[in-house]
C-alpha cells in the first residue's frame, strides 16, 4: 500500500506518518521508485502502536524510540519484556530519585512483607518509593491496613494482565501487548477507582445532609 492508503488505514496524516519514518519510529517501506514506496500490515501495526503510545500514553519521541528499539530486538524471557515495558512507562521524572530514605526503607519493607518477588532495581519499587515520599510529604499517611487492601487488589489484577498466553507469543507480540495493555487499561482502573468512590459514597452518605447544616 501506498503512504496515502497507510494514511486512511491508520487515521494517522501523511505529514505525521513522515515525521514518524525521519525519526525512526516504524521502518521505511520497501523502495518502488525515488519517491514512492509500499508498507505492509507491520506498518499498520507499528503506526497504531506509536500513534497510542504519544497520544494516549503521552510519552515522548525518546520514550517511544525505546519501545522500537525493544522491539526491534527483544528480550528472550518474558519477565525481562515486563521490565522492558516498565522502564518505558516510568515517571517522567527519574524513578530512582527518592528524597526520603524513609520512603524508599518503607516500601522496601511493604514489598518484603507481602513475600512478592521485585527485583531491587525495579522502577516500580523506585516509584513506590517516591510515591510514598510525596504522599507523606503532603500530609497522607497511608496505613498498614490500607496498603494489604490496595496490594491485594493489585494482585489481582496483576494476575489478569500478566495471562498465560504470553508464553506462547512472540517476543515482539508480548512485548506490545504489556505496554499497550498497561497505557489503555490504567486510566480504566483510575476511572473504575472513582466509580466505586461514588456508590459506597452513595451507600454510606447520601442521605447525611449535615454538611447544609
Given at each position: ?22 525519526e ?10 525515488a ?9 499498520v501495526?507499528?503506526?497504531r ?12 519521541i ?23 515495558a ?7 521524572s ?11 526503607q518503607l516500601?522496601?519493607q ?25 504522599a ?9 491496613e ?18 498465560d498466553e ?13 505496554i499497550?495493555?498497561?497505557?489503555l ?8 477507582r472513582?466509580?466505586?468512590?461514588e ?7 447520601a ?7
Open positions: 500500500m501506498r503512504i496515502s492508503e497507510l494514511s486512511q488505514r491508520t487515521g494517522v496524516s501523511v505529514a505525521t506518518l513522515k515525521y514518524y519514518l525521519r525512526g519510529l516504524v521502518p521505511a517501506g520497501v523502495p518502488l521508485s519517491t514512492r514506496a509500499d508498507y505492509g500490515e507491520s506498518h501495526e507499528r503506526v502502536l506509536v500513534r497510542s503510545l504519544i497520544d494516549v500514553a503521552g510519552l515522548s525518546e520514550r517511544v524510540r525505546e519501545v522500537v528499539q525493544a522491539l526491534s530486538d527483544p528480550p528472550t524471557s518474558r519477565h525481562g519484556l515486563l521490565g522492558i516498565h522502564a518505558v512507562l516510568r515517571s517522567t527519574p524513578a530512582g530519585t527518592v528524597t526520603d530514605a524513609h520512603a524508599r516500601s522496601d511493604v514489598i518484603d512483607g507481602l513475600g512478592w518477588h521485585v527485583g531491587d532495581d525495579s522502577v516500580a519499587r523506585a516509584q513506590l518509593g517516591a510515591a510514598l515520599d510525596r507523606r510529604g503532603d500530609g497522607l499517611e497511608i496505613s498498614e490500607t496498603f494489604a487492601v490496595y496490594a491485594q487488589a493489585a494482585l489481582l489484577m496483576a494476575a489478569q494482565d500478566v495471562r504470553l508464553g506462547l507469543e512472540s517476543a515482539s507480540e508480548a512485548l506490545r501487548y504489556v499497550l495493555g498497561n497505557v487499561s490504567d486510566p480504566v482502573v483510575i476511572g473504575l472513582r466509580l466505586a468512590q456508590h459506597v459514597s452513595a451507600g454510606k452518605f442521605g447525611d445532609d449535615r454538611d447544609h447544616q
